[in-house]
């Protein structure tokens, strides 16, 4: 690792009313399309200043279940100190949390600062080239500084990200007869996926009922702390000039070239320069933290773009979708 700090326990409020002493404004807080989980806001106001506090429960969250998320990850990356241990130029945004709340004392609060003028805007404008560049500058930064960590605190494993949005997913919220987020259009577009991309979305499927081979050659590579979903949702500029870096609710151990390929996939229509360029320009910044790449990269990145495949190919169409499906057919060759 390139200055990891020693992490150091952060406290957690029992209560709401704990968290937010003193609060003088609490009121309801609209989310944006970009919010996709099932977690509700509070716009609150401590001693002149405003924070937003987030509502975190895997029984009202279908992203928490789909994660398998029983531990609140946002809560335990706050406890455990990691998120003190992030580079400087990571803005977390979190202030406070609370935990053991609400139905079998699963349910969590976090308490950040309210940066929402500092975020990107909603919509499908391009992301600034200036923004687009820091962000993957500090998401290089981020992984050497966790270069060859190993999760002891119990985050996302690898495979979790692999079934997130998977067929299953779409049918277990069905059954639940939830409707939130993207979960009911899963199936549908994994079934339509072995139409218009037969080949890697066969590979995908297979892939889904065994990732064995994946798995075990992603974790032959290095590894670091991912973020797991740097979406343009979740992320801003700071005043001075630091990445926010909102959500943490499905980091943890596995390559960091798995952060890029989500990059590159979710933020496909926002992105001010070519995906190769992106991926071009994040090995530059990792060698430039003193990361050696050459014995590892092709392989590697070669296995994370069937991760994203995986994760977001049946999201994919036209020429974007054609993209992916060379990426991965090209990758298969590492797979063991």
Known sequence: MTGLRTLSKQPVARSIDELIAGATLREPMEKT?????????????????????KHLSVYDDWLARATGDLGCRPLQVW????????????????????GGLGRGGHGAALLLRDIGDQLI???????????????????????????????????????HRLYEL???TGDVEA???????????LRPGWE????????????????????????????????????????AGNLGLSHAGRSI????????????LLDLAWYVAVNCDRLPESKEATIADYRVALESEGIDTARWWDSQLGLAMI????????????????????RVEDGARYLR
């Open 121 to 159: 805007p909603e919509g499908t404008e391009l992301l600034d080239p200036a923004q687009h560049d820091a962000f993957v500058a500090h998401m290089a930064r981020l992984h050497a500084t966790f270069w060859g960590w190993t999760d002891d605190i119990g985050l996302q494993p690898l495979t």
């Open 245 to 256: 870096l909102l959500d943490w609710a499905v980091p943890g151990q596995s390559p960091g």
């Open 175 to 185: 059954e639940l007869g939830s409707t939130d987020g993207v979960a009911p259009l």
């Open 307 to 326: 991760v994203g495949f995986v994760q977001l190919g049946w999201s994919k169409a036209g020429a974007e979708l054609a993209w992916w499906a060379e």
């Open 79 to 98: 406890e455990s100190g990691l998120l003190d241990a992030l580079p400087d130029c990571i803005d977390h945004a979190v202030v406070g949390a609370a």
């Open 33 to 53: 399309a970009d919010s996709k989980s099932g977690s509700t806001f509070e716009r609150v106001e401590i001693g002149g200043e405003r924070f937003v506090l």
């Open 166 to 168: 998977s067929p299953l």
């Open 192 to 231: 339509r996926l072995l139409v218009e991309a037969p080949t890697a979305g066969r590979l995908a499927w297979d892939l889904l009922a065994d990732p064995g081979p994946l798995c075990d050659a992603l974790d032959a590579g290095p590894q670091t702390l991912i973020h797991g979903d740097w979406k």
